[in-house]
T-cell receptor, first 116, second 115 residues
Framework: DAGVIQSPRHEVTEMGQEVTLRCKPI?????LFWYRQTMMRGLELLIYFNNNVPIDDSGMPEDRFSAKMPNASFSTLKIQPSEPRDSAVYFC??????????????FGPGTRLTVT | AQKVTQAQTEISVVEKEDVTLDCVYE???????LFWYKQPPSGELVFLIR??????QNEISGRYSWNFQKSTSSFNFTITASQVVDSAVYFCALTSNTGGFKTIFGAGTRLFVKA
């Protein structure tokens, strides 16, 4: 069974460009999470969805960030315009169970974003 | 407020030594869930274990063991006879009703196991 799939794995872009990160959760999982990991701030939750609906986006740093989940098998995280301080590894994770907090999250391999 | 504290930023041991990674959590909820994840140098996060607040039984899985103590709000992780492959960053995490079941991660402990 395929795990969480993220694309691209690496992205290098120039400041001001739009960046779109993609995630395909594990089939049957109905919660999806976007995290950002940096040396300075560690692992931060940006937003999470239950049944394709955004539940908590309080971690989204600013309006330049947006996330969508048009269906149960796909989500995007968009940064527009990108800035050098957005450079980080972005992880997508999915979780089974109907809003089941006791289940573990399965993480994708991450997208390493570098904004120059 | 919910919080997870991993006070040990980095630990370095020699192979075959035992090592304990500390995790202290804060929550006002009576029902909550604790997790440990491993992030090896390759970068992906791998789930290791979960515990719910009603189950204080310690658990052993091979060389790994976990000690959950509600009285001290701790969920510590011990690796027995460490190996070089155990070198990774280990994260402790907490999920509870507060905040709509989102998971709070600790800052992580980087473990170096030297041959």
């Amino acid at each position: 069974d395929a795990g969480v799939i993220q694309s691209p794995r690496h992205e290098v872009t120039e400041m001001g460009q739009e960046v779109t990160l993609r995630c395909k959760p594990i089939s049957g999982h109905n919660s999806l999470f976007w995290y950002r990991q940096t040396m300075m701030r560690g692992l931060e939750l940006l937003i999470y969805f239950n049944n394709n609906v955004p539940i908590d986006d309080s971690g989204m740093p600013e309006d330049r960030f947006s996330a969508k989940m048009p269906n149960a098998s796909f989500s995007t995280l968009k940064i527009q315009p990108s800035e050098p301080r957005d450079s980080a590894v972005y992880f997508c994770a999915s979780r089974s169970g109907l809003a089941g907090p006791d289940y573990e999250q399965y993480f994708g391999p991450g997208t390493r974003l570098t904004v120059t | 407020a919910q919080k997870v504290t991993q006070a040990q930023t980095e630990i370095s041991v020699v192979e075959k030594e035992d090592v304990t990674l500390d995790c202290v959590y804060e929550t006002r909820d009576t029902t909550y869930y604790l997790f440990w994840y491993k992030q090896p140098p390759s970068g992906e996060l791998v789930f290791l274990i979960r515990r719910n607040s009603f189950d204080e039984q310690n658990e052993i899985s091979g060389r790994y063991s976990w000690n959950f103590q509600k009285s001290t709000s701790s969920f510590n992780f011990t690796i027995t006879a460490s190996q070089v492959v155990d070198s990774a960053v280990y994260f402790c995490a907490l999920t509870s009703n507060t905040g709509g079941f989102k998971t709070i991660f600790g800052a992580g402990t980087r473990l170096f196991v030297k041959a």
